[in-house]
């Protein structure tokens, strides 16, 4: 089904708190080597040659280009489980701490409560990137579905719809999509839960090459072929369950390999993990109802991993999938 073997995509960047360093933070990846600011090690571009253009993260703005020509935050919240008051107050809590990538479904039921968040909050509607998915029982009547969708927002257009998980008459509905990326109904279309052979087999249907594909990434499922596969297509990798998923968040926050490399670095077990992503160009949408896990989800620019400590995090993986899909 999946290739198992382990490709590993590892970014190392310059971040620090002197202007020199900030300068260099300021480089977005570079697709050749030898360029000056933040690039790939010499060692990982033998692996993996070029990361597409879509695929440059800017580490000053905490953003990324998609192939579609827009601009993401490279981290964001998940809503998933999140119901009314209490995902308007989760999400309330993200933007307020700097969040601007929420990650929404028709499937979770709180797009109405989402688009409150956004509506209240204050700030011009093209700060904030929404992002919500197509449900397979909703392929059929994928246009209507993509209006409903718009209503329940209520925040003008879709930034990023994806296609929820692979089912029938999905190339039927991201064809739905594509049409309403013309009718400027949303900017951006992609997928989740698609690997390989899923990719292989649904990009030639399609028009317009997906800008995201969003699958199960964290230490214990790492996905390493998938990844670099994606990225190689020029599409970005964004990551759920980036802290393990629900039943399987302690123990990998408590796994011994990273306790000890947050403690080298002064953070927290879960921001070790998600800069982990973002240094190998995944990114993420940890999701929580709690403030202060919400603030420290963002604190992920102001320290570095090494290249021994991303090899030793790269090393837990267990090819241990936490959902179904």
């Not at 933070?25 to 597409?52: K, R």
């Not at 489980?81 to 209490?86: I, K, V």
């Not at 929420?102 to 509607?125: K, L, M, Q």
């Not at 990023?160 to 039927?172: E, I, N, R, T, V």
């Given at each position: 089904?999946?290739?198992?073997?382990?490709?590993?995509?590892?970014?190392?960047?310059?971040?620090?708190?002197?202007?020199?360093?900030?300068?260099?933070?300021?480089?977005?990846?570079?697709?050749?080597?030898?360029?000056?600011?933040?690039?790939?090690?010499?060692?990982?571009?033998?692996?993996?040659?070029?990361?597409?253009?879509?695929?440059?993260?800017?580490?000053?703005?905490?953003?990324?280009?998609l192939n579609s020509?827009?601009?993401?935050?490279?981290?964001?919240?998940?809503?998933?489980?999140?119901?009314?008051?209490?995902?308007?107050?989760?999400?309330?809590?993200?933007?307020?701490?700097?969040?601007?990538?929420?990650?929404?479904?028709?499937?979770?039921?709180?797009?109405?409560?989402?688009?409150?968040?956004?509506?209240?909050?204050?700030?011009?509607?093209?700060?904030?990137?929404?992002?919500?998915?197509?449900?397979?029982?909703?392929?059929?009547?994928?246009?209507?579905?993509?209006?409903?969708?718009?209503?329940?927002?209520?925040?003008?257009?879709?930034?990023?719809?994806?296609?929820?998980?692979?089912?029938?008459?999905?190339?039927?509905?991201?064809?739905?999509?594509?049409?309403?990326?013309?009718?400027?109904?949303?900017?951006?279309?992609?997928?989740?839960?698609?690997?390989?052979?899923?990719?292989?087999?649904?990009?030639?249907?399609?028009?317009?090459?997906?800008?995201?594909?969003?699958?199960?990434?964290?230490?214990?499922?790492?996905?390493?072929d998938v990844i670099?596969?994606?990225?190689?297509?020029?599409?970005?990798?964004?990551?759920?369950?980036?802290?393990?998923?629900?039943?399987?968040?302690?123990?990998?926050?408590?796994?011994?390999?990273?306790?000890?490399?947050?403690?080298?670095?002064?953070?927290?077990?879960?921001?070790?993990?998600?800069?982990?992503?973002?240094?190998?160009?995944?990114t993420v949408i940890?999701?929580?109802?709690?403030?202060?896990?919400?603030?420290?989800?963002?604190?992920?620019?102001?320290?570095?991993?090494?290249?021994?400590?991303?090899?030793?995090?790269?090393?837990?993986?267990?090819?241990?999938?936490?959902?179904?899909?």
């Amino acid at each position: 089904m999946r290739k198992l073997a382990a490709v590993f995509c590892t970014f190392l960047l310059s971040l620090g708190l002197s202007a020199c360093a900030a300068a260099r933070e300021n480089s977005v990846f570079e697709s050749q080597a030898g360029q000056a600011g933040t690039s790939l090690s010499t060692e990982m571009i033998a692996e993996t040659d070029e990361i597409p253009q879509a695929n440059h993260f800017n580490f000053e703005t905490k953003t990324v280009t998609l192939n579609s020509g827009y601009e993401m935050p490279v981290y964001g919240i998940g809503t998933y489980s999140l119901l009314n008051e209490e995902c308007v107050n989760s999400v309330s809590a993200a933007l307020e701490n700097g969040v601007r990538l929420i990650d929404t479904a028709y499937i979770y039921h709180n797009e109405e409560s989402v688009g409150e968040a956004v509506r209240s909050f204050g700030i011009a509607r093209e700060e904030i990137f929404v992002t919500t998915k197509l449900y397979p029982n909703q392929f059929e009547n994928a246009e209507a579905a993509i209006d409903e969708a718009l209503d329940k927002l209520d925040i003008g257009y879709i930034d990023l719809m994806l296609l929820h998980h692979p089912g029938d008459k999905d190339a039927d509905a991201y064809h739905a999509m594509e049409k309403a990326v013309a009718e400027g109904k949303i900017r951006s279309i992609g997928l989740s839960n698609w690997y390989i052979e899923e990719l292989e087999e649904f990009l030639p249907q399609v028009s317009i090459t997906p800008a995201l594909v969003q699958n199960e990434i964290h230490p214990y499922y790492q996905e390493n072929d998938v990844i670099q596969y994606i990225q190689n297509s020029g599409i970005v990798v964004q990551g759920w369950y980036p802290l393990g998923g629900r039943g399987h968040t302690q123990e990998l926050l408590n796994d011994p390999v990273i306790a000890e490399i947050a403690a080298a670095h002064r953070k927290s077990s879960a921001q070790v993990i998600l800069r982990w992503n973002l240094q190998k160009g995944v990114t993420v949408i940890p999701g929580s109802s709690n403030p202060d896990h919400i603030k420290e989800n963002t604190e992920l620019f102001d320290f570095e991993l090494t290249g021994a400590e991303m090899e030793q995090i790269n090393a837990l993986n267990r090819n241990e999938k936490h959902d179904w899909y």
